[in-house]
């Protein structure tokens, strides 16, 4: 075979991959291109309705009702920077504020987790939580997702303590999910970090 032949014959591989990557890429893009929005405007809508969930509002399943809703009940307070630093909630029949909502982000086992965190305007009940977005192991810290142990914290007061799954509880204190302790405290922690804040937040 001459050299010519052994070059092109070396080279191919390299072209073929080289326009395949390409290809690739660009269906990548065209797919970015044109769902960005609609991602964006399903991540706004979770946080919308996280917001809604952790002040104890009911959120309807309707998109638009939840924006709806969103739009006639919660004020954004901004900082200097254009930045959201926490939630008014208004009464459903009144324009006074009824709950503030913080979110907030803390270290889990597998990755960070982000919550909202409701109370009513006193700062020492809390009202609901709501987890955003988690990376705990699923069928044990990713139960930190699920509605008994969300629920346990409407009505709690801050300092949250923890206590073994099954067991009494008292008015400061939620029962941890069996097999995940870690991520059981570390929404103990996140929750009790953003308890502090909203009560520097209201003083």
Request: net charge neutral; glycine share 10%; aromatic share 8%.
């Amino acid at each position: 075979m001459s050299r010519e032949g052994t070059l092109k014959k070396r080279l191919f591989p390299v072209f073929f991959m080289l326009i395949i990557t390409l290809v690739f890429i660009s269906i990548t893009t065209i797919i970015y291109t044109l769902s960005k929005d609609t991602i964006a405007f399903n991540e706004a809508l979770r946080l919308r309705r996280a917001i809604l969930y952790a002040a104890g509002v009911v959120v309807p399943e309707s998109g638009q009702e939840t924006d709806r809703i969103y739009a006639e009940r919660v004020e954004e307070s901004k900082d200097g920077d254009g930045n959201i630093k926490y939630y008014r909630v208004k009464g459903e029949s009144s324009k006074d504020v009824k709950n503030i909502v913080i979110v907030t982000r803390g270290a889990g086992l597998w990755g960070e987790i982000t919550a909202a965190i409701g109370y009513d305007v006193s700062g020492k009940t809390i009202s609901g939580i709501e987890i955003i977005d988690q990376n705990e192991t699923p069928g044990l810290g990713g139960r930190i997702g699920e509605d008994w142990f969300k629920q346990q914290f409407s009505g709690k007061h801050y300092p949250i303590s923890l206590v073994g799954e099954g067991a009494a509880v008292g008015p400061n204190e939620i029962q941890a999910i069996t097999g995940a302790s870690y991520s059981s405290k570390a929404i103990q922690d996140i929750v009790n970090r953003a308890s502090a804040e909203a009560r520097d937040i209201i003083k």
